[in-house]
């Protein structure tokens, strides 16, 4: 346990950060996760609403994304190769496998 005043700071506002940065990756995860299920939703029907729909969770979740590592919730690293994997799945969903 902490012994002088400045180190109990430190221990608090090390908690309150953790905390924050806890809820700003679940809000992210669940915007990926709803950017996967539009994909779906396209695939199933397709359309200009589903398509509009999907661009529109895709933007948020990137936004989101973006924001954390502005926030320094994200490294840089972590949050481009996260918009590349959420890309890359939304691609694979919706665009049918070319066989060669």
């Given at each position: 346990?902490?012994?002088?005043?400045?180190?109990?700071?430190?221990?608090?506002?090390?908690?309150?950060?953790?905390?924050?940065?806890?809820?700003?990756?679940?809000?992210?995860?669940t915007?990926?996760?709803?950017?996967?299920?539009?994909?779906?939703?396209?695939?199933?029907?397709?359309g200009?609403?589903?398509?509009?729909?999907?661009?529109?969770?895709?933007?948020?979740a990137?936004?989101?994304?973006?924001k954390?590592?502005?926030?320094?919730?994200?490294?840089?690293?972590n949050?481009a190769?996260?918009?590349?994997?959420?890309?890359?799945?939304?691609?694979?969903?919706?665009?049918?496998?070319?066989?060669?």
């Amino acid at each position: 346990m902490a012994n002088n005043n400045s180190a109990k700071k430190r221990i608090q506002i090390a908690e309150r950060n953790r905390l924050q940065n806890r809820s700003y990756k679940s809000a992210m995860r669940t915007l990926m996760k709803r950017c996967l299920t539009a994909a779906g939703s396209y695939l199933e029907k397709p359309g200009e609403e589903a398509k509009a729909n999907l661009q529109q969770n895709i933007n948020e979740a990137f936004s989101k994304i973006d924001k954390a590592v502005k926030k320094g919730v994200l490294h840089r690293n972590n949050g481009a190769n996260k918009k590349s994997r959420l890309n890359a799945a939304v691609k694979k969903l919706i665009e049918p496998a070319t066989k060669r």
